[in-house]
């Protein structure tokens, strides 16, 4: 029975001196994310696979992932949050060549770049008197898209309150070929439609228009409030003007016309080269566009009459201005006012009325008339 005992004894030591030698030896981790570009709200999921790849099992393993803040889960899980982070816990015991795949389904509820990085690999011996440590760093990211706009109900042209004119007037009308028939979708305006093809197939269908590319649109977002900038951010109209920005591309998308996107935000993750994309159309081109304001910042690179420099600096050929602005500050005026002078049409969106009655009458203006909108904050985290 003594033989036993020191059997036992001198086996339970050299199996924990091997454990604790080899404890994190062979135990890989890896993390998959379902979807990069999600809407608010939009489930998505995180896949984990961990796997112990030699003979001797581990008998405690712990994983801690550590996710932006503005992540949730769906469902129950190990999780513990501080203002900028949310760490999911793992706990699990592998035996020898043991693979576990475990899939997450989260959410985000806010617009913005969630970066997902950091994850520490706990692993204890056989008796549990020791535990060793492993950093493993991803990176991994997903941006959420701002929540999109109906333009037709929520903007209201400035000094009319009683209704909305039709925003099919900022539409480019003035195609240079008819390319084809297709089928009537609501948006297409009504003179658009081909009679002699709706009567032969019994459904409505409308022309489909070529436009050149002086037939095109520059749309810019202004995230500048107040002069400088960082002394008066507003964040609820910033992120108004984002949403209003995707209903523009979007209504541009749908009719067929070729449109870019210029900003003053710094783009999270981006170069500075990005802030100004010139005119195409597309779904790709569209997607990249919407990326885009899932990326913009509060802070902006440079002030809004610099950024109109530096597109009079690029050979940009655009017949449509559509500015978007939390509002129109006094040294605005000028340079929108030379703009509504010199291009076929400007539009210019504005959250507030401030100085719009000092804006010449060459340009359509609007102001949101949607309703009450819910301050979210981007997410950044690093």
């Known amino acids: 029975m003594a033989y036993l005992i020191l059997f036992l004894v001198v086996s339970g ?48 393993l712990q994983i801690i992932e550590r996710f932006p803040a503005g992540i949730e889960y769906r469902f129950r899980a190990d999780q513990s949050k501080s203002r900028e982070f949310l760490y999911h816990t793992i706990t699990m015991f592998l035996l020898p060549f043991q693979r576990i795949k475990r899939v997450y389904t989260a959410t985000c509820n806010k617009r913005g770049r969630y970066i997902f990085e950091d994850v520490s690999i706990i692993g204890g011996d056989l008796l549990g008197l020791n535990t060793f440590v492993k950093s493993i760093r991803y990176s991994q990211e997903i941006v959420v898209l701002p929540e999109p706009v109906d333009l ?6 400035y000094g009319n309150y009683n209704g909305n004119l039709s925003v099919q007037r900022w539409i480019i009308d003035d195609p240079t070929m008819i390319i084809g028939i297709k089928e009537y979708t609501g948006l297409e305006s009504a003179k658009t439609i081909h009679w002699p093809s709706s009567l032969r197939t019994g459904n409505l269908m409308v022309k489909k228009f070529d436009f050149t590319m002086e037939n095109t649109a520059m749309i810019i977002l202004n ?45 999270y993750g981006l170069p500075a080269s ?24 509060y802070s902006i690179s440079l002030t809004f009459e ?23 500050l006094e040294s605005y ?50």
């Open 13 to 60: 030591i050299v199996l924990n001196r091997l454990s604790r030698r080899y404890t994190l030896l062979g135990v890989t981790y890896s993390r998959e994310i379902s979807k990069r570009l999600l809407e608010i709200g939009e489930d998505f999921h995180i896949t984990t696979v961990v796997e112990n790849r030699k003979f001797l099992p581990v008998t405690f």
């Open 152 to 157: 037709e109900n929520e903007l209201i042209p």
């Open 223 to 267: 995230v500048e409030c107040d002069k400088p900038f960082w002394v008066g951010v507003k964040p609820d109209d910033i992120e108004r003007c984002i949403s209003i920005t995707r209903g523009v591309m979007e209504k541009f998308e749908s009719m067929g016309i070729p449109y870019g996107f210029a900003t003053n935000s710094i783009l």
């Open 274 to 297: 990005r802030n100004i994309i010139y005119p195409s159309s597309g779904p790709a081109h569209l997607e990249e566009l919407l990326e885009c304001l899932g990326r913009v910042s």
């Open 306 to 328: 610099e950024l109109l420099l530096s597109l009079n600096t690029r050979d940009i050929k655009c017949s449509t201005y559509v500015i978007i602005t939390p509002e129109v």
């Open 333 to 382: 005026v000028e340079p929108i006012n030379n703009l509504g002078s010199e291009l076929e049409e400007v539009i210019l969106i504005s959250i507030k009325d401030v100085n719009l009655e000092f804006i010449s009458q060459d340009v359509l203006k609007y102001l949101d008339g949607g309703v009450e909108y819910v301050y979210t904050i981007p997410q950044d985290n690093k």
